[in-house]
């Protein structure tokens, strides 16, 4: 599923399901972004596009040629010498450019205005890969797969909560004499399935009878609710079919109402690749992306910004976990039945306005295919 024309494979996404957690009460504070002139403001702009694009120092002359001001590189020397003073850059080495600091990016971020919007190929392509998805769990996993490729950063998707959402759909389907599959299809999408170890002397036409019976009993229920009304459903069902009612409410015993989330995470090659990560670090957030709790509350909590419908940034040291400190997160919602979020992360030198455009496009689509998807039934 390659979406950026570079014929490179698709990382496999990783798939886990988690608890639901209330959000993290540790928020970002609020950060207090100077007023720059004009020419200051083209200063930083140019420090910090050259510097994401390089990796390295910016100097003064540099800033000059990629501003095109019309100063000297003296001038823009004392600028650079102000917004430090601003904390909006740093100089790493006595001899050495300036590079942006967390509080830089965040005046950055916030001047962007409009973010710039992604070119007709890549639109076609994530309007392709996502509208050609079978059902709502591989829609996700696709878009995971759009964010990484099209960002090259480390894409996240939670899926909307299974405890709020409701049965669709309850199939019994036979596989051998003394066995068969449960299958429990929520109105997200989502899609459980149980084996089902069966009694003996039950026939298929046995199995067809409990299916009517979990039919009834169970297609609008809450997620959360079908351990219990399997347990009473057995207690109440006629005797010749209770052997094979109660190997299904076993077989189901394990649908609780904490295991609500799944996490979708791709593009984890991005950060080994990434030079401006320290190896120490590195390891941190490798090992953060296997803990898929906290990344759901993360990204829950992150994806809760002040405007609705736009991506929200944590820049760095607004982030609550110190393993993030290093890195920068592009989150926003979206909803099917209950509220799902999906993002991007890498470190703090990352292309801002590609993110944001990415993000905000990829979500765009992501909520038109649900709504379509929920249309159709």
């Known amino acids: ?3 950026d024309g570079t ?38 702009r140019a420090v910090i596009t050259e510097y994401v694009a390089s990796g390295q120092p910016v100097g003064s002359a540099h800033v000059v040629a990629a501003a095109g001001l019309d100063v000297s590189a003296a001038t823009v ?27 830089g990016y965040r005046w950055f971020v916030d001047d962007l205005r409009n973010a710039p919007a992604l070119d007709g190929r890549q639109q076609e392509a994530i309007q392709e890969l996502l509208g050609s998805a079978r059902d709502v769990e591989d829609l996700l996993a696709r878009t995971t ?18 405890a709020t959402s409701r049965l669709r759909l309850v199939e019994l389907v036979p596989l051998a004499p003394l066995s068969a599959l449960l299958l429990l299809v929520a109105d997200t999408g989502r ?28 297609v609008g229920r809450r997620f959360a609710d079908v351990t219990t009304v399997l347990g009473g459903l057995a207690d109440d069902a006629p005797s010749d079919l209770r052997g094979i009612v109660r190997a299904v409410a076993d077989a189901a015993s394990d649908v609780r109402e904490d295991r609500v989330h799944q996490v979708f995470v791709g593009g984890q090659s991005s950060l080994v690749d990434d030079v401006s990560l320290q190896r120490e670090e590195l390891a ?8 898929r709790e906290t990344l759901a509350r993360m990204l829950e909590e992150a994806a809760d910004g002040p405007e609705a419908g736009a991506p929200t940034v944590r820049i760095g040291e607004e982030n609550p976990l110190a393993d993030l400190r290093t890195t ?17 992360l ?30 159709h039934g």
């Not at 797969?145 to 899926?159: A, C, E, K, N, P």
């Not at 899609?191 to 069966?198: D, R």
């Not at 941190?284 to 803990?291: P, V």
Request: net charge negative; aromatic share 2%; proline share 7%.
């Open 328 to 344: 920068s997160l592009v989150a926003q919602r979206y909803r099917l039945v209950s509220s799902g979020s999906l993002g991007v």
């Open 1 to 3: 599923m390659n979406v």
């Open 284 to 291: 941190r957030l490798l090992q953060l992306l296997e803990e």
């Open 191 to 218: 899609v459980e399935k149980h084996p089902v170890e069966l009694p003996v002397g039950g026939d298929d036409r046995d199995l067809d009878r409990v299916r009517t019976m979990l039919a009834d009993r169970l």
């Open 145 to 162: 797969t759009v964010l990484s490729q099209l960002t090259r950063l480390v894409s996240l998707v939670i899926s909307p909560a299974i």
């Open 346 to 375: 890498g470190p703090t030198r990352m292309d801002y306005g590609s993110a944001l455009a990415t993000v905000r496009a990829v979500s765009d689509e992501l909520q038109r295919t649900l709504d379509a998807l929920a249309e």
């Open 77 to 103: 020397r004392s600028d650079m010498g102000a917004l430090e003073e601003l904390g909006l850059i740093a100089q790493p080495h006595t001899s050495a450019g300036r590079v942006p600091t967390d509080r």
């Open 7 to 44: 014929g490179a494979t698709a990382e496999r996404t990783v798939v886990v399901d988690v608890p639901l957690q209330g959000p993290d009460p540790a928020r970002p504070a609020e950060v207090d972004v100077p007023i720059l002139d004009d020419r200051k403001r083209a200063v930083l």
